[in-house]
């Protein structure tokens, strides 16, 4: 199992964009495990990447719809994309300005479905 | 030929090699049959082969426009527009829509453009001559104008591809983001604080969820700026969100507000995004307008 998540967030960094991948706890915003996350304060990008989707979370619930399956954070120079996995966990991967969004979205639901 | 055999033919040659454009006339077949539904279909598969056509963006908004939807209608004449900025059909439907709305001088721009464009359409000039007399009596209501045409007599003079008229959806007056599709319902408005400025959303059991969904956004803007600075990514631009039933993106229009859009999930991001940059600047000119 660890070995095959381990697999599944290599694969999404291997996409050519991709600075680092990570399974983030969004109940409490903590680091579960992490790809090539060099030069990354991976702890800090956890526990907001998982603020911000429990945020949108709750509003998207008060607007009476479904949670999200994908949330992509667009910046000036990069962007941060997850997939919510099983149980309250989050697949993260933080990226370049121009990295193909749609192949890293494949690469995020295939390492959440190793969280099934 | 008649109409039932054009739409056989059509629909066999479509069907022979997907990729025609013959999707065209075959939309515009059903469509003049009263088959809007299937007209739709065909529209919305033709762009997705060809979403750079302004013939099939000018094709869906007249079967959106049969079907009484006039800001989608709207829309798709926009895109048509940017995509063929001297498209006659494009022009003529948008002059249409303004002119219902009451925005004559508009409506004159289009519907001569649309003449410019192509000076032989049957009926476009009549449509001009009435719509400059709308505005002659408008301007000078002392002199006994003739009275003004009717929408009905606006369609018989431009053989309007719109068959009926539905008044035009409330939410058109919205303050903010008038004109725009989902200016109620659909669009937000807060500030950075999470208070709604404007705009509206209702869930799809109809209750309004404006302010509550408001109220939560206003920490995902903090956690977003604040994640994009310790990333050093500069300003973050935009969060899309996909859910099962729903498209969500939210934008900044300025620093202190955050602008929110709705739609259900058959609408894509792109598209979303393209409607959000429209808002937005709708929203910025509500904002730094004068006190």
Partial sequence: MKTGLAASLEAVTRVRGVRGAMVVSSEEGLVVAEASMEGI???????????????????????????????????ERGALLAVPAAGDLLVVAVTDADVNVGLVRLELRRAAEQLA | MSNNEDIRVLTTQLAADPSSLVFLPLGEALRRRGQLEAAQKVAVAGLTRYPDLADAHDLLARVLGDQGDLERAFDEWDIALRLDPGHAGAHKGIGFLYFVAGELPQALEHLAAAQAADPGAEGVAAAVARVREALAAREAPAAAPPPAPTPEAMIAATESAIAELPELPAEADDAIF???????????????????????????????????????????????????????????????????????????????????LVRDNSVPIGRLAWQADRAASAARAWLERPA
């Fill in chain 1, 41 to 75: 304060d991976g702890a800090a990008v956890a526990a907001l990447m998982a603020g911000v989707v429990v945020r949108l979370s709750r509003a998207i619930e008060a607007a009476g719809r479904m949670r999200p399956a994908f949330v992509h954070l667009q910046a």
């Fill in chain 2, 178 to 260: 008038a004109g725009l599709e989902g200016a109620r319902d659909g669009l937000l408005l807060l500030d950075g604080n999470g208070l709604r400025l404007g705009g509206g959303l209702t869930s799809p059991s109809g209750a309004a969820v404006g302010d509550a969904v408001a109220a939560h956004l206003a920490g995902v803007f903090k956690d977003a700026s604040r994640a994009v600075r310790l990333l050093e990514l500069g300003a973050w631009k935009s969060i899309a969100a996909e859910s099962g039933d729903a498209n969500f993106f939210l934008s900044a229009p300025t620093s202190e507000s955050l602008l929110l």
